[in-house]
């Protein structure tokens, strides 16, 4: 898997790009790790896989401040520099591919939508455990910038994420012009992780989330 080496102002860090398991790519997904991972986590290492086992291309890579080793995660514009500059090396290494997505889980997911806000260019945006206002703290919402998004929106939340609510995020949604399609995964809390009296694992979860990612990629590829 070729990894590379990125510059980000004065600062470097890694990405790492995985083609489809089998076939040509359906669709490049420049995905971020939540605020407590990394590139190589556990959660991005399975999403990963499932998402290629569907058919995309993932590109994984870790922020700045994980780089360095830190777990102090980076103010959110060197978080969106961040994305940037990966997003522009996977242009230049996989020829400009289409569709390109960009987003990710949890915070990365975030700093991906705070771009989207700004008319990035990219062919949509795909959220996993998108944290709508801190753990504890329903009343600070991270919604402000989501009505300027106008891509194509597959956002991930389970009914058990302790960040999102379902009827908070429907008030959020409220306003929102972009083509949004909210899906709820039953059971699932903040790493979609379900409880073993639900009758499924997590494995099952992930299924449905790269199974729903596809039939998305591939409205986006018409």
């Known amino acids: 898997m070729p990894e590379w080496r990125i510059s980000v102002d004065a600062d470097e860090t890694r990405a790492i790009y995985e083609g489809a398991i089998a076939g040509t790519d359906i669709a490049t997904f420049v995905a971020a790790h ?10 991005m290492l399975a999403v990963t896989d499932a998402l290629r086992a569907r058919g995309f291309g993932v590109v994984r890579f870790n922020f700045l401040y994980k780089e360095r080793g830190s777990s ?46 700004e008319a990035f260019p990219a062919d949509g945006l795909l ?27 597959l956002c991930f939340n389970g009914t058990r994420d302790d960040l999102c609510t379902p009827a908070l995020m429907k008030r959020a949604l409220a306003t929102v012009p972009a083509p949004w399609e909210m899906h709820w995964l039953d059971g699932a809390d903040h790493s979609f992780h379900v409880l073993r009296s639900s009758g499924r694992n997590d494995a099952a979860v992930l299924s449905e989330v790269a199974e729903a990612s596809a039939r998305w990629a591939a409205g986006l590829a018409r």
């Open 34 to 43: 939540g605020a407590g991972g990394s590139m190589s986590d556990r959660s």
């Open 72 to 117: 102090r995660p980076d103010p959110m514009p060197k978080l969106m520099a961040t994305v940037t500059a990966v997003v522009e090396r996977t242009r230049a290494e996989l020829g400009n591919p289409r569709p390109l997505v960009i987003g990710g889980r949890s915070m990365g997911g975030r700093a991906a939508s705070m771009l989207a806000a």
């Open 127 to 153: 959220l996993l455990a998108y944290p709508l206002h801190p753990a504890g703290k329903p009343s600070q919402l991270r919604d402000a910038h989501l009505p300027r998004i106008s891509m194509p929106v």
